[in-house]
């Protein structure tokens, strides 16, 4: 079935960064965008950005992230990758990939169970 | 930027009717989407361009959007109804094109 296995969780100090992953199996990897969001704890969902994995790998991320995030594709692996730089106190959340599968483009019904990510000294 | 507004909190009584309602500028020009997040698991699709649901959604869950707000409504809720709720709006306008509201606590008496 389709699904995306994202990797463990982490603990990292301000300042670093943080690299997470994101496996999808049973579908065709590049024929479909991948999305991250986020969510701080007892807070909403974010949107972060968006990778098309076929290819060149072409991003677009949130303008509030600019500079500091990097979205990657492997098709070797069908694995997406986000790496969030210069890591903060309000980076603490639980990050999810997000695939628009079945119902169209614009509508997550395909998500990674979440990689929490903690920034603390 | 384009904002979706949500009530911070639905409460109803078993077997009642829930209505969760997403606000914001013209939201009738857009198609919206609806999930449902229960404490520690990922968000659920249950609706999605304005009133379609996935499959394995029951057909209580019903969504509208003919003009401001956008409506989820629950009909018949049970207990395991109780979750988060977020509307989801695609604004191709924006340099920030998905759009989250900023959810709803259903709570179930």
């Known amino acids: ?121 | 930027s384009y904002v979706l507004t949500q009530p911070p909190s639905v409460s109803v009584a078993p077997g009642q009717t829930a209505r969760i309602t997403c606000g914001a500028n013209n939201i009738g020009s857009k198609s919206v989407h609806w999930y449902q997040q229960k404490p520690g698991q990922a968000p659920v699709l249950v609706v999605y361009d304005d009133g379609d649901r996935p499959s394995g959604i029951p057909e209580r869950f019903f969504g509208s959007n003919s003009g401001n707000p956008a409506t989820l409504t629950i009909s018949r809720v049970e207990a395991g109804d109780e979750a988060d709720y977020f509307c989801q709006v695609w604004d191709s306008s924006s340099d920030h094109p998905v759009i989250f509201g900023g959810g709803t606590k259903l709570t179930v008496l």
Not at chain 1, 24 to 36: K, L, R
Not at chain 1, 61 to 70: E, L, P, S, T
Not at chain 1, 102 to 118: A, E, L, N, P
């Open chain 1, 1 to 121: 079935q389709v699904q995306l296995v994202q990797s463990g969780a982490e603990v990292k100090k301000p300042g670093a960064s943080v690299k997470v992953s994101c496996k999808a199996s049973g579908y065709i990897f590049t024929n479909y965008y991948m999305h991250w969001v986020r969510q701080a704890p007892g807070q909403g969902l974010e949107w972060m950005g968006v990778i098309n994995p076929n290819g060149g790998g072409s991003t677009r991320y949130a303008q509030k992230f600019q500079g500091r995030v990097i979205m990657t594709s492997d098709t070797s692996t069908s694995t997406v990758y986000l790496e969030l730089n210069s890591l903060r106190s309000e980076d603490t959340a639980m990050y999810h990939c997000a695939c628009p599968y079945y119902y169209g483009s614009r509508s997550f019904d395909i998500w990674g169970q979440g990689t929490m990510v903690t920034v603390s000294s």
